[in-house]
């Protein structure tokens, strides 16, 4: 009975610290707009970077011709052909291959990281063959998806602001990522030319667009998470060059760096920001995205195991180790729908080496990770809502004009695979919206669309265009 008590205190000391009312998720989209419009004003205070993409054109269907992109994310990295062929014919072919990356890459040096990005992408091309055309005397061309924050210099270069999720690379803070890969690329004898440097935000933007034209913004929930969106070109006034023919830009909000007073940071939060590779930096994103969830979870039951005895006399060793907890393991306990939760006492049993689970610790595991994904589910949201707010497309015109149809694209392995934070991440932009403009939003999985967006990119900014 005192066992019980002291769960069911943890439980609700967790329920609350973790809550996120709805009138809370309001405050924090107009703090978001606040940092976006200081990001844009170039606020060197502001902790939201509002990246200007030099992308002034988003695809129109006519792009044409063989086009490669690589896409470095957080765990993988994917390279792809695609024969795009023009407004008829469209994306004739498409080829691609997914790398897992070493995880000592992700701390070593950064020419072994490009050297083995460069290889596997030398290799890749190496196969190509039947429907894929290169024109005689060309070099072939790529779109190069880096999905960490970059100064861009021009829409083919941009020097590394900062390593986020697992990445810790000595040598490449401050470097241009493109000559490093061109460089890598030149060590393997390949000859490419990187045409488009992009954002994964941007390039799923960019692929969105080319399928729908009603895409106005990109939201990706994978490792991390992230957002672009299409400004006013006179809408960024740190924005010195020429405006634009379109008179729009795509800006990289890098909104994983997000951090606000009004973002509830509970106990858990704090000593996982503490431990992290980047202490105090990407606060919104260690909320809610896929790297981070199930590490949460851990945190919470380890946190039972302790001061409530749940899983037994002794603390199970496993669960004090950071990280054994992946999210899409969470994701698995969390859908699990079997009246004794079988899958879930597997799990446990597997991840935190404790055989034999009561159904009662099941459920309360089970809890927690609906408790820890519908946080970032919800902050996600709001987030949306923001941007939603910025472009002004967060409530029905009162003029009586009709509401817009608004499309964002949304990519990413947590968003992709994990249907209750997919789930609830929607319902709680209806209800941020109301039903009304809420009728005229659409958020579409964008599959994979940074790949495609960054070949795109690379077609409309050829040197042969
Ligand atoms: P990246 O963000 O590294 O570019 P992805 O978009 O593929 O790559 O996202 C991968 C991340 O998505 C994983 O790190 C994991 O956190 C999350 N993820 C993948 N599968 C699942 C799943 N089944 N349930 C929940 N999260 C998942
Ligand atoms: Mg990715």
Redesign the pocket.
Known sequence: AERKRKVGDVIEEVERTLSTPTALLRGISDALVTEMERGLRGDIHCQLKMLISYVDNLPTGDEHGLFYALDL????FRVLRVQLGGREKRVVKQESKEVSIPPHLMVGTSMELFDFIAAALAEFVDTEGGLFHLPEGRQRELGFTF?FPVNQLSISSGTLIKWTKGFSISGTVGEDVVSELSKAMERQGLDMKVSALVN?TVGTLAGGRYLDNDVVAAVIL???TNAAYVEHANAIPKWTGLLPKSGNMVINTEWGSFKSDKLPLSEYDKAMDFESLNPGEQIYEKMIS??YLGEIVRRILLKLAHDAALFGDVVPPKLEQPFVLR??DM?AMHHDASHDLKVLGTKLKDIVGVADTSLEVRYITRHICDIVAERGARLAAAGIYGILKKLGRDKVPTDGSTMPRTVIAL????YE??RKFSSCLEATLTDLLGDEAASSLVAKLANDGSGIGASLLAASHSQYA
């Open positions: 994310g957080g765990t993988n999905s994964d994978g490792t991390g896929g790297m999210t899409p994701s990519d990413g392995g947590l695979h994990y």
